[in-house]
């Protein structure tokens, strides 16, 4: 016997060493480097305290994309006009959604001892093989 | 060998394709894995299942929800 089961996934209260794995992996797509507690500002040099800063220069004062973690989830905070659009809030917050995720069922795989098999990127989305 | 492919999609769904299990153990773990995310914050609502038997699906499709 076995099953195919759909799932939807949301984020409650977000682990920080978790967080940061995904946080990190990101950065490093990104070419960037992460800073814990740190502050994130906009073009105007307005700040707000984040758990992570990717640290990435920007029009005026802004100085990257922060990621804190709030009692509904994850929230990504950037001055998108101050990098030209290139970076939207929402696509990085399902990124790291998702990374989280990965990181997630990863620490669950060791805890519960299933073998990682294989981790693969594809264009649906991330694929872990597990074994027992 | 008892195996679980799980898919991560960026809009939050979860697909988790689990095969190789000797009777009904295959949905022990999947209770154990959700329950296990749970602790890291995700909480996951089941939209679909089908239960599979050998190589061809058999009998349940069913919609449940946990931990919403």
Same mark, same amino acid.
């Given at each position: 016997m076995s099953h195919l089961t759909v799932c939807k996934?949301? @984020?409650?209260?977000?682990?920080?060493? @978790?967080?940061?794995l995904a946080v990190e992996e990101l950065a490093k797509t990104l070419g960037a480097t992460v800073k814990e507690n740190a502050k994130v500002f906009d073009y105007d040099e307005e700040a707000e305290d984040v758990d992570f800063? @990717?640290?990435?220069?920007?029009?005026?004062?802004?100085?990257?994309?922060?990621?804190?973690?709030?009692s509904s989830g994850i929230e990504? @905070?950037?001055?998108e006009w101050a990098f030209d659009y290139k970076f939207?809030?929402?696509?990085?917050?399902e990124k790291i959604t998702q990374l989280y995720t990965k990181y997630a069922v990863l620490a669950v795989a060791e805890e519960i001892g299933m073998h990682v098999e294989n981790i693969t990127e594809t264009e649906e989305g991330i694929v872990i093989s597990l074994v027992r | 060998m008892p195996r679980n492919l799980i898919l991560i999609k960026k809009d939050g769904t979860i697909i988790i394709d689990a095969s190789g299990y000797q009777g009904?153990?295959?949905?022990?773990?999947? !209770?154990?894995?959700?329950?296990?995310? !749970?602790q890291y914050g995700i909480d996951t609502s089941i939209l679909e299942q089908m239960l !599979?038997?050998?190589?061809?699906?058999?009998?349940e499709k069913e919609s449940v929800e946990v931990g919403t």
């Open positions: 996934a949301k @984020i409650a209260h977000a682990n920080k060493q @978790i967080l940061k800063l @990717i640290e990435m220069k920007g029009k005026g004062q802004a100085n990257g994309i922060g990621v804190k973690v709030t990504v @905070i950037l001055d939207k809030a929402r696509e990085l917050s | 009904l153990t295959c949905l022990q773990d999947l !209770k154990l894995i959700l329950e296990k995310l !749970k !599979k038997q050998g190589e061809s699906e058999v009998s």
